[in-house]
């Protein structure tokens, strides 16, 4: 297609204007709207510096095969300069699975790390100080005996859970709109996350209990506008349960947290963080009256674009990589994992996920973005398209009231994803979207050979693990701790404690997966279209 026949629109199909102008953002709209660093509405930010104070957590995303050989890829990554872990694990874990499990069989260590045992999550930090790393753990239905699984760990390393810091993902609401590792039907597993919230209040203080995810509904297909609507509107859901519990909302929404997908669009993407944490304040304050500047302040995790990597020409995804972290970092991120360029292909090596850490470093040291706060701020195409994210996101969330909150509308926003990756795909297909090295500049290079793999052998050794771990623990304390947590399911109390007693007496993650499979079922999901 040539420049004069493009159409310049934005990702949800609004025109883009050549230039913009003071017309464009009206000056006392941009008064109330834009403020200044730390304060409300934070649209330039949550912190009066930014970056030039403190930069962001530099959180690599890695997990493959065993505790052991992931233990490695951590070091390694801390030897590098990387500021805070990032834990991913596999299949099996996420959906509440022991290696020996026969569902597990064929996918143990696969994308991610296996862990069922507190002696899996102690080899996983061998060597690795909890008391001065932050943590986040990509875990979702499975996110409360994962925490438990850490701070038992914590014990035994000496460190109490009081001075542990990091994140849960714990966000259930976009495994049924867009990912679909869920376990549980959504009252239980709303329960889960409530129950963490409260028992974080008490005991883990500096822990953020949930991040609120629009990233995968992103990878899904969804735009920048759905990303935020969507987000907000499941973050909504949360707060509102938590209120029911008998939470006050300025106890626990400081413990909240997000995690947005960086794009490849820069300036659309800047302007989406930017209207993101706007419309949050502004969500928490009128609609929750929430008062503590901590309780309206958005922060947030991004991760560069996966479904933006390409197998053809890999090394052109460092360049995308770049450009997504920029948009990150320019739109305010509090922590940062960006892709290695051969993620498309496999799981990442090592000097993939070094030149993938170098580019946040580069960023961070050498680029000048990180020395000034919001140092876009102002701009009228920028500030135009903040207000325009934000107001259109506002229609998608009183779309989503009136169908009953997000809970109720998981089918609509299954069926606005699905259209919008539909509109993306045609586009890529009828060329008026260029993707460099698939739709247009292709070559006829063969992939690289030197990429990534995971030991064949690694599933029947884990099962092998879990079951001596099984054999060696006291077996009337095990059958207690379980017994303890099936009777509490029935009823009311918080569960986080005894899921705490039953890993630290050797209990595995999928036995207590199974007695809580008993007392909540399992979701089945309706169809969307």
Known sequence: ????????????????????????VPAERLSADLGAPGEFPFTRGVHPEMHRKRLWTMRQYAGFGSAVETNKRYRFLLEQGQTGLSVAFDLPTQMGYDPDAPMARGEVGKVGVSIASLEDMQDLFEGIPLDRVSTSMTINATASILLALYVATARRQGVAAERLSGTVQNDILKEYIARGTYIFPPGPSMRLITDTFAYCKERVPRWNTISI????????????????????ANGIAYVQAALETGLTVDAFAPQLSFFFNAHNDLLEEVAKFRAARRLWARIM???????DPRALALRFHAQTAGSMLT???????????????????????????????DEALALPT???????????????????VADVADPLGGAFALERLTGDIEEAARVY?????????????????????QDAAYR?????????????????????ELPPGNLFRVDATVGQALAERVARVRAARGRDAAGRALDALEGAARGHNNLLPLLVTAVEVGVTLGEI???????????????AF
């Not at 995968?216 to 907000?232: D, I, K, N, P, Y």
């Open 285 to 291: 304050r009128e609609r929750f009256r929430a008062r």
């Open 213 to 232: 995810s629009g990233y995968h509904m992103r990878e899904a297909g969804c735009t920048a506008v759905q990303e935020v609507a969507f987000t907000l």
């Open 1 to 24: 297609m040539t420049d004069e026949a493009r159409e310049f629109k934005t990702s949800w199909g609004s025109p883009l204007k050549p230039v913009y102008g003071p017309e464009d």
């Open 350 to 368: 090592e000097r993939a996920v070094r030149i993938a850490l170098r580019t946040q470093q580069i960023l961070a040291h050498e680029s000048g």
């Open 424 to 444: 993306y795909q045609r586009e890529i297909e009828d060329h008026a979207r260029i993707v460099v090295g698939v739709n247009e500049f292709v070559t006829d």
């Open 311 to 341: 197998a053809q020409q890999p090394e052109n995804n460092i360049v995308r990589v770049a450009v997504q972290a920029l948009a990150a970092v320019l739109g305010g991120c509090q922590s940062l994992h960006t892709n290695s360029m």
């Open 397 to 417: 969330i009183r779309k989503i009231d009136d169908l009953g909150g997000a809970v109720a509308a998981i089918p609509f926003m299954q069926r606005e994803i």
């Open 513 to 527: 997966c199974d007695r809580l499979r008993g007392v909540f079922g399992v979701h089945q999901p309706s169809v």
